[in-house]
C-alpha cells in the first residue's frame, strides 16, 4: 500500500515527525500503525499566521483514546459505504496485527462538528493517565 501524503507538504511533516520519534524514543516502521486519513487545504484569511492549513474531512481515527485495557475509542469516520465505513474497516485492518480491538465511538456533533470545532475524541476527553509502573507503550508487544 503506498504512504498517504498530506495536501500542504507531499508528507515532508510526517516524514519528518516519524523521523524525530525514532530517533527520541527508539521506535521502528514496526511500531508505525499507518490509519487512512482524506485531508482538505483550508483557505485562510489574508494575514493568518499559519499558511498551507490543512483539516481532516473526517474524524481522525488516530484522533482516539486508549482504555487502558488495550482497546482503542476511536471516533467513527463517516466516510462512505458498501456493506460498511470504508475508513473503518481499513484502520481495523490496520490495527489487526496489534491485537488492539477498535470501539467506534459517534462524535460528530460534540467534537468533529460544533463542540471543539474539528476536534475529535481526544479532544472531548478529560484522560489522566499515570505511567508509574508501566514499561513504555512501544515496548509492550516485544
Known amino acids: 500500500m503506498p ?8 508528507g515532508a511533516k510526517d516524514d519528518e515527525t516519524l523521523l524525530a ?9 514496526r511500531h508505525v ?7 482538505n487545504r483550508l483557505d485562510v484569511p489574508a494575514g493568518y499566521p499559519r499558511r498551507d492549513v490543512v483539516a481532516n474531512d473526517l ?17 467513527r469516520q463517516h466516510a462512505p459505504e458498501t456493506d460498511r465505513d470504508v475508513f473503518e474497516r481499513a484502520a481495523e485492518k490496520a490495527l489487526s496485527g496489534t491485537g488492539t480491538p477498535i470501539f467506534w465511538v459517534e462524535d460528530w456533533a460534540c467534537s468533529h ?22 514499561r513504555p507503550w512501544w515496548t509492550e508487544r516485544d
Open 59 to 75: 474524524p481522525g481515527a488516530a484522533n482516539g483514546v486508549s482504555t487502558g485495557t488495550g482497546g482503542y475509542l476511536a471516533p
Open 21 to 29: 520519534l525514532r530517533e527520541q524514543a527508539g521506535l521502528t516502521e
Open 113 to 134: 462538528h460544533l463542540g471543539t470545532v474539528g476536534g475529535k475524541v481526544h479532544c472531548a476527553t478529560n484522560a489522566l493517565r499515570s505511567l508509574s509502573g508501566t
Open 33 to 39: 500503525v499507518r490509519v487512512p486519513a482524506l485531508f
Open 3 to 10: 504512504r498517504p501524503r498530506s495536501v500542504a507538504d507531499g
